[in-house]
């Protein structure tokens, strides 16, 4: 018996729950339910071309544009002031309930969903005030409602993320899920893009007042995938902090440390910002970010007592709000344990401030590809 419209759009809601169950690693219908629903809907969307707006089977238009284009931002998109001292931590979680959350390691989006519920822009975050319209990507990516259920403009921040699991098929080729992340949502084609397996993790609900827990439930209850968190306790900071990274690791997300916020808005909004990002939030970093760029030249440095020191000297990169473009390799024997014994013009290294200081490279390319 053929499915009516009514009848169609309910199993594609519950097709749309199913899924969301799955990926939280809780299912509930065995793998042949799933199929025999999937085929249901699909065999309606393919008899009569109608197709509900969220539907994971064919309600997906894929599109391709020549540029990016540069759109402003309706809200502030700072990032976020670091730390990775506890001490300031704890002083910090006296003053107000606090939420802490994972922090995601991708490239921050923002959503716009107009008074119907519909998906109409997508963006970067950029430098905070202007990012580029990634629209055409955001409605190929899975896990982004197209339609929500809203009578008002909404507006949802983010992280565009690629899952360890869904990384796994590109490694060869690429080095760092975040950095995979980001370029495959900026693709200017969007079958491209949407082969890239890419989820977003929503963290925000920017068009709302409420307090910060009551965000991240709204944002469950319109259908995001929302970034794991709990309440902050000063007295079991390091517990709470093993539990999300274990969380973190059991559904492959990528992570670079924890989000910390101050739960009501009334004391949030009253801490304002200074022109690197919100302090009514930080991150708390558990080890130090690596960033991937290339090597220049290796120069020769002589101290005071005589001692010649290698410096390497590397394509710039922007770490923590600071340009930096060299960094010391020590001697000759740490210097050839990081670059091996022949040091080559672009060749890829990675380098971090170790404690947020000093610039250091981590690890490098070792052979020179032919």
């Known amino acids: 018996m053929k499915l009516t419209e009514a009848e169609y759009n309910k199993k594609i809601e519950q097709l749309i729950y199913y899924n969301r169950l799955y990926d939280e690693g809780t299912p509930i ?39 990016l284009k540069k759109v402003t931002h309706n809200h502030p998109m700072l990032s976020l002031d670091k730390t990775k001292d506890i001490s300031v931590l704890r002083e910090w979680l006296k003053k107000s309930s606090a939420v802490v959350s994972l922090k995601m390691d991708g490239l921050t989006v923002s959503l716009l969903y107009n008074e119907s519920g519909n998906l109409v822009r997508a963006e970067t975050r950029g430098n905070g005030v202007v990012g580029e319209d990634i629209t055409h990507n955001a409605l190929v990516v899975k896990n982004i409602p197209k339609k929500i259920n809203t009578t008002q403009q909404t507006i949802v921040d983010g992280e565009i993320i690629c899952k360890y699991n869904d990384f796994e098929p590109f490694s060869t080729e690429y080095k760092h899920p975040r950095n995979f992340a980001s370029g495959s949502i900026r693709l200017l084609d969007s079958n491209e893009s949407r082969k890239r397996n890419l989820s977003f993790i929503a963290w925000d609900l920017i068009s709302s007042n409420a307090d910060y827990n009551n965000k991240l439930a709204e944002l469950k209850y319109l259908g995001f995938e929302v970034v794991p968190f709990s309440f902050a306790d000063i007295h079991n900071i390091e517990e709470e902090q093993h539990r999300l990274a274990a969380v973190a690791k059991d559904k ?21 910002s200074n022109n690197h ?63 091996g014994e022949n040091p080559f013009l672009g060749q890829h290294i990675w380098v971090h401030k170790a404690n947020m200081i000093i610039p250091q490279i981590v690890r490098a390319e070792r052979k020179k590809n032919e």
């Open 29 to 67: 219908i065995s793998d042949k339910e799933w199929d025999d629903l999937y085929w249901e809907c699909e065999q309606y969307e393919k008899e009569t071309g109608y197709s509900h707006p969220n539907s994971p089977i064919s309600g997906v238009r894929y599109d391709a544009v020549t540029a």
């Open 252 to 272: 492959n997300y990528p992570i670079d440390g924890f989000v910390y916020r101050y739960n009501y808005s009334s004391v949030y909004q009253s801490m304002g």
């Open 277 to 339: 990002g919100f302090l009514g939030a930080f991150a708390f970093k558990t080890y130090d970010e690596e960033y991937e760029t290339t090597l220049l030249d290796i120069e020769w440095s002589v101290g005071k007592t005589g001692i010649i020191t290698p410096v390497a000297i590397f394509k710039p990169v922007n770490i923590d709000g600071t340009i930096v473009s060299r960094a010391s390799l020590h001697n000759l024997t740490i210097m050839k344990s990081l670059l």
